[in-house]
């Protein structure tokens, strides 16, 4: 992603440990000469990770840009801050956004309620979340949930941002490293295609509909605790369906944008393809509406 223009996240925790996560992070060196980053990602688990390691892991690999998401980050992006790293905050509530900037977030990935992943607990779509947020932050801010091509783009603009983050629709692409079938079913699904999960547990999560997910779904509805189903979500298994084109083995985290993913193109393709777009959304398509007359 980074050699085709965009800014390229690692992530921290899909690493098995700090050293496994220095090690991709020199092999990403290796792959690139252009900006990278790395995301470090904070939420509820019945083993948390040793965020403080993975942060040391971080800083000594001498990254400059940390994508920080979840509970609490205060002391993380304190820590990041004084090494002279960039932090680009991602959240899903104004209010969040308007804490990371205090605790002196330099930018500010806001997420919509389409999102892949954790959308929050409030279900505030894009179209109200962005503008309400570029109303208040006021350090640069990114859109986040349900962008795949340049219409997202221009619109995300129009609203107050002054780029986009994609993840779901990255996923679809022929540099990224998960098994053909799991790319099909991302191109075949569409707009209804995902569940809402562990939302009885106040930690939804917005996953690709499947076997899984939907097993999930009828246990929560029988008020069944969180241990019960952690077998079918937990990390592991989500990792072996996307190395095995399993669509039905474990979770598979997606968003809404499936509904607008039609091919399989190369990262420099797609994202050559949406600026494209979106200029031809601004100068010609906008601008007659602009024009006198």
């Known amino acids: 992603m980074s050699n085709a223009g965009g800014l390229g996240i690692i992530t921290a925790l899909t690493c098995p440990s700090p050293d496994a996560l220095r090690a991709e992070i ?43 998401a979840g509970h609490n980050p205060r002391e993380h992006v304190e820590d990041f801050k004084s090494h002279g790293i960039t932090v680009l905050h991602k959240c899903t509530a104004v209010r969040h956004a308007l804490s990371a900037e205090r605790m002196g977030a330099d930018i500010i990935s806001i997420d919509g309620f389409e999102c892949a992943g954790h ?28 962008f795949g091509d340049g219409r997202g783009l221009a619109a995300a603009l129009a609203l107050g941002a002054e780029g986009i983050n994609m993840g779901t629709r990255f996923c679809a692409t022929v540099e990224a490293p998960i098994h ?18 562990f939302r009885t547990y106040r930690n939804t999560a917005r996953v ?36 095995t084109g399993d669509t039905a083995h474990g979770v598979i985290t997606a968003g809404l944008v499936m509904g607008i993913i039609h091919d399989i193109p190369t990262c420099e393709q797609l994202i ?3 600026v494209s777009e979106a200029e031809e959304v601004i100068t010609q398509r906008l601008m007659k509406f602009a024009s006198p007359g």
């Open 119 to 146: 959308p929050g607990e409030d279900d505030i779509p894009g179209l109200i979340l962005i503008p309400a947020a570029a109303d208040k932050v006021r350090v640069p801010l990114l859109a986040s949930g349900g």
């Open 26 to 68: 020199e092999r990403c060196r290796a792959l690139t000469d252009k900006p990278f980053g790395v995301n470090l990602t904070l939420l509820p688990s019945l083993n948390p990770p040793p965020y403080a390691e993975y942060r040391r892991a971080i800083i000594e690999s001498g990254i400059k840009i940390v994508e920080t």
């Open 208 to 243: 690709a509909k499947n076997a899984i997910s939907q097993a999930v779904r009828e246990a929560e509805s029988r008020g069944e605790p969180f241990e019960t189903i952690a077998p079918l979500v937990k990390g592991a298994r989500g990792r072996e369906g996307l190395s």
């Open 180 to 197: 053909p079938d799991i790319k099909r079913m991302l191109v075949e699904g569409d707009e209804r295609g995902t569940d809402l999960i």
């Open 272 to 274: 050559s393809r949406i």
